[in-house]
C-alpha cells in the first residue's frame, strides 16, 4: 500500500520556522497537498501542488518537493499555527486518495 | 464560497449500515467537473479518504473499505451520499465531505457517527 511518512509531532518556539516533512520513495514525482486541522475543526487546505498557496493562506506557509521528502515550512510560526498537518497524494496506481498519518505542531 | 453540510443519524448499531449525506450549497453539484470525497476520522487519530464520486457518477474506493462502500449522486438535490455496511465499533469516526481532485479544496465541518448498540 501507498504510504506516506511523517513526523508525529515538531515543536518550535514562535517566530521560528516549522518543517513538516512527509516522505516515501521518489515522491518528488507526485503532487502533494497539505492541510492544517485545528483542534476540533474540519481539515483545511493550505499548500496545494507542492508549493501553491490558496488564497487567503499567509505567505508564511510555503512547500517544496524533491526526491524522497516534501516539505510544509512555516515561518514565523505564531501560536495560531498550533494545529495538526497532513500530506496527501493521489495514488494513480490505485485511484485513491492518501493522507499521511499527521505531524502534531506544537508552538511552545 | 462552496459551502458542504453532512447530515445523517449519529448513532448507528453493529452490523448495520451507516448512511450519510452531503449538501452542497453555492455551486451547483452537476455544473463542473468535481470530485465530491468522503473521509473520516476516528477519535484522535488521522484522516481515512473512504470515496469519492464524478458528477457522471462514476466513483473510486479505497480498496481497504470497497467491499463495504457505496457512494450515490443525486443532482437534483444538490446532494450526495455515503452508505458503509455491516458497520462495528472500529467504524466510529467523524465523516466529512469534501470537494476537489486531485486535493480537497472545501470541506464539510463533519459528523460524528457512533457505532454502538
Known amino acids: 500500500s501507498y504510504v506516506l511518512t511523517q513526523p508525529p509531532s515538531v515543536s518550535v518556539a514562535p517566530g521560528n520556522t516549522a518543517s513538516i516533512t512527509c516522505g516515501r520513495d521518489n515522491i518528488g514525482s507526485k503532487s502533494v497537498h497539505w492541510y492544517q486541522q485545528r483542534s476540533g475543526q474540519a481539515p483545511v487546505l493550505v499548500m496545494y501542488?507542492?508549493?501553491d498557496r490558496p488564497s487567503g493562506i499567509p505567505e508564511r506557509f510555503s512547500g517544496s518537493n524533491s526526491g524522497n521528502t516534501a516539505t510544509l515550512t512555516i515561518s514565523r510560526v505564531e501560536a495560531g499555527d498550533e494545529a495538526d498537518y497532513y500530506c496527501?497524494?493521489?495514488?494513480?496506481?490505485?485511484?485513491?486518495?492518501?493522507f499521511g498519518g499527521g505531524t502534531k505542531l506544537t508552538v511552545l | 464560497q462552496v459551502q458542504l453540510q453532512e447530515s445523517g443519524p449519529g448513532l448507528v448499531k453493529p452490523s448495520q449500515t451507516l448512511s450519510l449525506t452531503c449538501t452542497v450549497s453555492r455551486v451547483s453539484i452537476s455544473g463542473g467537473r468535481y470530485y465530491w470525497s468522503w473521509i473520516r476520522q476516528p477519535a484522535g487519530k488521522g484522516l481515512e479518504w473512504i470515496g469519492r464520486i464524478f458528477t457522471s457518477g462514476s466513483t473510486n474506493y479505497n480498496p481497504s473499505l470497497k467491499s463495504r462502500v457505496t457512494i450515490s449522486v443525486d443532482t437534483s438535490k444538490n446532494q450526495f451520499s455515503l452508505n458503509l455496511s455491516s458497520v462495528t465499533a472500529a467504524d466510529t469516526a467523524v465523516y466529512y465531505c469534501?470537494?476537489?481532485?486531485?486535493?480537497?479544496?472545501?470541506w464539510g465541518q463533519g459528523t460524528l457517527v457512533t457505532v454502538s448498540s
Open positions: 496527501q497524494v493521489w495514488d494513480s496506481g490505485n485511484n485513491h486518495v492518501v
Open positions: 501542488y507542492d508549493s
Open positions: 469534501a470537494r476537489g481532485y486531485p486535493f480537497l479544496d472545501y
